[in-house]
């Protein structure tokens, strides 16, 4: 009887992090330059409201500030510092292989002044579901961001999302609703109504000073029963009892302008999930609901995912996927690029505390001590101006790819991929007839009427009685196809080389129009015809342009090669090459 005695030995093999450049995968080792890489577990217990806001605090090197505090608005996202002045500094995002952001498009002063400069299209990684994400990796230097040539100036953030994997349907489903507080203005120390009261007479009893007699309320209420010299002279209770009793009436006035103009919100994100697959196909399909309130009031942004893939195994060497990611979302406001002063955090720092929003008639107060960049008083009143005005952005978003994957041997692969970008945007901007967007408007058609009489010339307007609206309609198609070859395998036991080839076109075309309609009536929804005046220098005026249309269209074609060597896994010798033609060169 023979007894065979076996002894099993533990062996520990450490798996290596998988880097993904976009136009292929490598090792953390091998990678060549600064590379960070984010896995599933660095993204969970986060409760993310886009993928650019989740990479806040993540990686260092990578800056991730607030834009605006407007709902929904991007993340300016900044690798290694800024690279440039006047350019584009932002990041090129890739998902899934496709470069999904490019340099702005060219766009007018008018869409500049239209509050959505950074959002007249999609931000390219804004509308992807954030628990779509696999893993993120970001290429920080020149080096690893070589591939992509120019347009990896400053830096590259590559996006993998989630696929089907084989087996039973997972079904994942998740919620979160979280309350954001107001700002508490009372951090900031501002004065009350009697601390303003008191500071306006200190500033008048000062004879040393050149006093404005119509700035303040105090100043106001001086001047009008001519108690100024009085009260320099022998103080506040040696002026006339109905001064005295005007300005005491202004320490017991005002209202809470944090209350009037922010309020606490309440904000909501569910997403679905569903996976599987077997021999023949994986899917993934995924549907995300994400509702943001203001905390200023009249603000919000409501955004919808959903986001399908499958991948075919047509033969054991072939593979066939197909992906579709879909994004709707609007988000509203009133009208706040007029003036500074028309922003809500400017105007709750600077008001009069004093001032009420309407009198005992019901009618709205203006502050007089407002005035334009031109010096006038123009009456504006805030919470006028949201209840008149109005601010929508709607965009939609459909990302179509396709890929092939084929594995000639097990050191050869080819790999095709074709993919498209649909986006659109459509932004509407009211302004009611009772709103100081459209006095402020009314200013802009002012000239001078000169009779042909000889009678005295006199002061006119052209704009028409009503309201002001305008309306942007933009569109954006971009194509790209990539080809691409990659050799990968060992020779003997140290040596192993690295090489990839291939081409990409790309093309985007933008068509953009914007159309201005005055003397708008919001109950019959018309508009008045805009008549001009001759012998005037507003014909050219971009400011009564109605109707304005612009398009463009690029090309883009490139050859790309990087190519490794490494020896015993230890030392790797790298180098990339890359030629980009495009027809934005020349005449």
Do not use: C
Not at 31 to 49: C, F, H, K, Q, Y
Not at 83 to 95: C, K, Q, R, Y
Not at 391 to 407: G, Q, V
Not at 481 to 502: R, T
């Amino acid at each position: 009887r023979k007894e065979v005695r076996v002894v099993m030995e533990e062996k520990v093999d450490e798996l290596e992090e998988v880097v993904i450049t976009g136009y292929g995968t490598t090792t953390k080792r091998r990678a060549a330059g600064s590379v960070a890489v984010l896995g599933r577990e660095d993204l969970e217990n986060r409760i993310p409201t886009s993928v650019d806001n989740l990479l806040q605090g993540l990686v260092a090197g990578v800056a991730v500030t607030a834009s605006s505090g407007r709902p929904g608005s991007s993340a300016k996202i900044r690798i290694r510092g800024t690279n440039t002045i006047t350019g584009n500094a932002e990041p090129l995002w890739v998902i899934d292989g496709v470069p999904v952001q490019d340099e702005l498009p060219e766009i007018s002063l008018d869409q500049v002044k239209s509050e959505n400069f950074n959002e007249i299209f999609v931000n390219g990684i804004a509308g992807i579901n954030p628990n779509d994400i696999e893993n993120i990796t970001f290429l920080k230097d020149a080096a690893a961001a070589s591939i992509y040539g120019a347009l990896a100036a400053n830096g590259v953030i590559v996006v993998t999302t989630k696929k089907g994997k084989a087996g039973k349907m997972r079904v994942n489903a998740s919620g979160s609703v979280f309350y954001t507080l107001k700002p508490d203005l009372d951090k900031l120390n501002l004065m009350n109504a009697s601390e303003k009261v008191d500071f306006e007479l200190g500033l008048a009893t000062q004879k040393d000073l050149t006093y404005r007699s119509d700035y303040g309320s105090v100043a106001r209420i001086l001047n009008k029963y001519g108690q100024l010299e009085t009260l320099q002279n022998n103080g506040f209770d040696a002026i006339s009892m109905e001064a005295q009793n005007e300005i005491n009436k202004l320490r017991k006035s005002g209202v809470d302008w944090g209350d009037e103009v922010y309020r606490n919100a309440l904000n909501q994100q569910y997403n679905l999930s569903i996976s599987g697959g077997g021999e023949l196909a994986n899917y993934y399909f995924s549907a995300g609901y994400y509702n943001e309130e203001g905390t200023t009031r009249g603000t919000g942004f409501e955004r919808y995912n959903m986001t399908m893939k499958t991948d075919f195994n047509l033969l054991e060497n072939l593979n066939v996927g197909v992906s579709l990611f879909l994004t709707d979302s609007k988000r509203k406001s009133y009208v706040t690029d007029t003036e500074a002063f028309t922003n809500p955090s400017n105007y709750t720092r600077m008001v009069n505390p004093y001032l009420e929003v309407k009198d005992e008639n019901g009618d709205y107060i203006y502050d007089p001590d407002i005035l334009d960049n031109d010096g006038r008083n123009l009456e504006f009143n805030f919470i006028e101006e949201m209840k008149n005005t109005s601010y929508s952005l709607k965009n939609r978003s459909i990302k179509p790819m396709i890929t092939l994957d084929y594995k000639v041997t097990s050191w050869l692969r080819l790999f095709s991929q074709f993919s498209m970008q649909l986006e659109n945007s459509k932004t509407e901007k009211i302004a009611n007839k009772n709103s100081y967007f459209v006095r402020k408007y009314k200013e802009k058609s002012k000239y001078t009427y000169r009779p042909s009489d000889g009678s005295p010339s006199e002061t006119r307007y052209f704009l028409p009685d009503g309201g002001v609206i305008q309306y942007w309609d933009n569109d954006m198609t971009q194509y790209q196809w990539k080809l691409q070859g990659e050799f990968a395998k060992y020779f003997g036991e140290f040596h192993s080389v690295n090489v990839m080839a291939g081409l990409e076109m790309r093309g985007n075309k933008t068509t953009n129009v914007h159309t201005k309609g005055f003397g708008y009536d919001p109950n019959s929804l018309t508009t008045e015809t805009l008549v001009i005046p001759d012998n005037t220098n507003f014909q050219n005026d971009a400011n009564f342009e109605q109707y304005s249309k612009s398009f463009t269209e690029d090309r883009f074609l490139s050859y790309y090669m990087t190519a490794s060597y490494t020896y015993d896994n230890r030392y790797t010798m790298f180098g990339s090459l890359r030629y980009d033609g495009s027809n934005m060169f020349g005449v």
